[in-house]
């Protein structure tokens, strides 16, 4: 089985768009993050993908870059669900209405 | 192997390291000092930003600054030296402006103050990035602390939703960011701008790297908070507390504005013609939906926030003006003008404030002018200033931008900038009534020192940007990216 | 190898194996109901990522992947879903209101992308081999190759990232902390 740049990149391309997805369906704020990640996870993807065929190490510290700063935005993500749950006992992101206009 | 820089590159790294050290040494302070000492801890972080802005000064005058530093990663040319002064000046401003705020309020100072620091870092790296992946860290950094800082108020629900709502979208575009990222670095393996630029000068157009550059250029307009990508910015303008609100509006914006100029004037260049079209209908759509949104709002942070969106609009007009010098020369004014007259204006709604939230509708301006005549006074000229009328700053930067725009070829997007300028006057308006026409509370309006110096320099800004524009334009001629 | 294949033979077989595992288990991660499910859907997808890592000579990216995604992330979810009571987490309703209009629509708003990028001839480049282990002309491990650029080429981009790691934990105790007493 051959497999090319290109279906690293549709690969890629899927696992963003479940976690593009994911993030506009779902109400549950802890599955939002987790699409956040996944979303991250496909940039990794392609960045080891060019990586190897442009011969080239860039690629991979990016990618290295991105997971330090996936987890740092997944520290955040956490602290604000817990601090969202004290407020309103839930994580549906539905109920952050105290604002309209 | 041998390393790519040189012992003098740090020299020009002084401004980033100080702010850095005092943010660590604040952290410090507050453990050790507490809630008691808050005033000095912001007097400390508003000397360590002056110290900063001084050793700006310095860098400017280094001859090594000529060429990019640190193997290429960061470079210090006049348009970086321009928006760290920039970034420093609306820094000044937060500080200054969150002392009684943040003071009166039960959270810890010390950890708000060093936590703008550190943001305040990120700004000034993201100024000077040469190469996308150190641009990424350090958008990533002033990000990151700009979620923390828009839930500081983490008993208030507002303020844990805006900072919730923030989070969920800034995550969100900078995965469409990097993403595009990732696509613009398989076309070529380089993550230079100007590697990159000699790299697409010899490529062809290709399906790829438009979808690359349209990635980055829609998780860059989330950053400006142009439409469509503008849906956080009311939610997360009212809800944040008062000064973080304020800052949100000037500096991340500011940032967020001189890499959006750098990457797509010094490495794409070649492809105007096509992200042009873009952000023309961007632009466009930016500026009657900010205009026309702020017109049906009763807060005034909200009004504001659609007020900045419509802002960001006339902004994206300098962008597009790129190929005459008539585009940065307008965006760097208008950055400037819109630093002191937006913050300005916000400085004046946490003066209304007395506690909390109050303080935020319009018709807490009823009878400003007989409470505080110079309050009101200053605050119509922020508001002459934002909806562009001379002699104030924001006429000199909008009559640029505009002239940019006709000079690039898009006459309809100015004469539609100048319909929706006049449209702006209607909702500014509104502000200037209640404080000059109606009755409202007799209550005596206090200030504090801080408050009264960051009202006054806005002020002072702002008229003579206005009054006297040559000296400023002589010095932002100077800073125009070099192609 | 030319013509951007990146993988033959068995190697191709195995890719093909875990990219479709991996991205099954993405789609799980955003329809199961229990954040519990979704967050072991998602450590299962991490760790076949990590593979397809190290199957393109990505060795310590793979490794990285493993620690800090499914050692450190991981965990750190399901504490967080074990704190907020996960009774309440699983509620009546998962999705937001149109999710079915989104669900249909954005397939359609997202195929000429995948077009793009499944037809996309991207320039031939030339492959040298060993080019992950190379310093210079040495022949050393991938890890010590990619310490190089780490430290050569973005040793300040790698600096502020360690500022923004303080920042995140900063953050995470302002936010997380329950007293708002003020400090004395």
Redesign the interface.
Known sequence: MTITINHYLIVSFLLFSIGFLGVLVRRNFLTILMSIELMLNAVNLNLIAFSRRLSDLTGQVFSIFVITIAAGEAAIGLALTISFFRQKKTLDVEEAHTMQG | ?T???HASDWLL?APELFL?AM?LLL?GL?VAL???KEDFLAFLATVSVGITGALVAFVATRPERATPI??G??VVDNFALFFKALVLLSLALTVLASARYVGAA???GG?YY??LL??G??ML?MASGN?L??I???L??MA??S??LA??F??E??S??????Y??LG??SS??L??G???V???????GLPELAKLLAS?SR???LM?GILLILAGLLFKIAAVPFHVWT??VY??SPTPVTAFFSVGPKVAAYAILARIFYVAFAKFHADWGFVVALVSAATMVLGNVAAL????VK?MLAYSSIANAGYALLGVLGFRTEWGLWGILIYLLAYTFMNFGAFTLIILLESKGYAGESVSDFNGLAKRSMPAAVVMLLFLLSLAGIPPTAGFIGKYYLFTAAMKAGYAWLAILAVVMSAVSLFYYFRIAAAMFFTEGSPAKLKSSYALSAVIAVCAVGTLVIGVVPQPFLEVLKSCVLGR | MSDGVLLTGGAGVLFAVLAAVALASAIAVVVARSPVHSALFLLLSFVLVAAIFILQQAEFVGAVQMLVYAGGIMVLFLFVVMLVNPGVTRSEKSFQHQWDVAVVLLPIFLLPFLYILGTEKLPDVPVKAEAFRMVGTRVVGNTEAVSWVLFRDYLVPFEVASVFLLVAMIGAVVLGKRSLEKMD
């Not at chain 2, 844990?160 to 709502?165: I, M, R, V």
């Not at chain 2, 670095?185 to 993550?191: K, R």
């Not at chain 2, 049906?296 to 807060?299: D, G, K």
Request: aromatic share 16%; glycine share 12%.
């Open positions: 192997m390393f790519a820089f790294l850095t943010g952290l507050s507490g809630k008691t640190l193997g990663a960061f039960p959270y810890p950890e060093a936590l550190f943001s870092v990120g790296f190469n992946i150190s990424y860290v350090a990533e950094l990151l602390s979620y923390v839930g500081y983490k008993a629900p507002k844990t939703e805006a900072a919730l709502k989070f969920i995550a969100f995965g469409v990097l993403y990222l990732s696509l670095y398989g076309a070529g393996g380089v993550m490529a290709s399906n790829l979808l009311p939610d009212e809800g049906l709002q009763s807060n909200r």
